[in-house]
């Protein structure tokens, strides 16, 4: 069981810095390239107040070994960074297939901060499914919500 969590949590970490770096892993065979599509603006104040505000800006998306990897990138610049908890909703419409799935990421700058969700392809489906994000945001001091913003991503 350790080994598979091991597998999965290194296959989206490949797949999370592949897309980020707009790379993709369509070459091996077998994982689907990865996509980037734009969510609509997900924007609050970053828990530490002069850092950069928190945004979600786009979901990226690919397949690896029946799953579905979905990254969701934010920016943040101040020292120390802070914790960020992120829940994503989905809809799949054509199978009516929906669920949830909550990441959290400790953002240590002056690296973004990246959430990454798993779910098998036969849970979440294949075509387009309706998402949607919200976060909160904590530093030592206090937590901050963010608002939600949603988009359609595909799952190929």
């Known amino acids: 069981m350790a080994r598979t969590k091991t597998f999965t949590r290194s296959a989206a970490a490949a797949l999370s810095i592949a897309a980020a770096a707009g ?3 369509a070459g091996t065979g077998q994982a689907e390239a990865s996509r980037e599509f734009p969510v609509s603006n997900c924007i609050g104040p970053s828990p530490n107040i002069v850092d950069l505000p928190f945004m ?5 998306v690919g ?3 029946g799953n579905a990897y979905i990254a969701a990138d934010f920016p943040s610049y101040f020292p120390g960074g802070y914790q960020s908890s992120l829940r994503m909703d989905w809809h799949n419409p054509s199978t009516g297939k929906r669920g949830s799935k909550i990441s959290n990421t400790q953002v240590r700058p002056p690296y973004q901060g990246v959430h990454n969700f798993v779910i098998p392809v036969n849970q979440i489906g294949k075509g387009r499914v309706n998402v949607t994000f919200g976060a ?3 530093n030592a001091l206090w937590s901050v919500p963010s608002t939600s913003c949603s ?3 595909v799952i190929p």
């Open 23 to 25: 790379l993709g892993l």
């Open 56 to 60: 979600v800006r786009r979901a990226i």
């Open 63 to 65: 397949t690896y070994a």
């Open 136 to 138: 909160v945001n904590r």
């Open 151 to 153: 988009g359609t991503i």
